[in-house]
């Protein structure tokens, strides 16, 4: 489906707010097709390192994407996610339940952290050429 909505993984969001040209239009892009969804923990990674100046900012960049709420069949993945990959990959409880996100809502994660993700296939990831745009 060439227009399966996509996660921005809280990296991507950073990239964005740090005026990374690339990023920029790639996420105005997908805006414009309403295909761009965030998820609470986005929120919780991205207000927990910015600064009260960057607040409004950051409060508008939100408001123009999709949240994707978490629920208890997700929380539940995310358990089974960190039984597994905690030990071998280091996964933390945020990317676990991000990665629950992207499959309980068949939407693609568009992250520069793969590796992260172990729990997700290559067709999971949102692939975004920058010299090319997607």
Partial sequence: ?????VIADSDILIWHLRGMNE??????SLISKDILFI????IAEIFAG??????????????SM????INDEMGKNAGK???????????????ALIA????????????????HYPMLQ???FYEFDSQHGK
């Fill in 23 to 28: 990023i920029v239009k790639e996420v105005v």
């Fill in 81 to 95: 996610f960190l039984n597994q990959f905690s030990k071998s990959h280091n996964l933390e409880i945020a990317d």
């Fill in 66 to 69: 999709h949240v994707i709420e």
């Fill in 122 to 124: 290559k067709n999971d």
């Fill in 50 to 63: 910015s600064k009260k100046k960057e607040e409004e900012t950051i409060t508008n960049m939100f408001s």
């Fill in 1 to 5: 489906m060439k227009n399966r909505p």
């Fill in 39 to 42: 998820t609470p923990i986005n």
């Fill in 100 to 115: 629950s996100a992207v499959v309980y809502g068949k939407v693609k994660l568009w992250t520069l952290n793969k590796k």
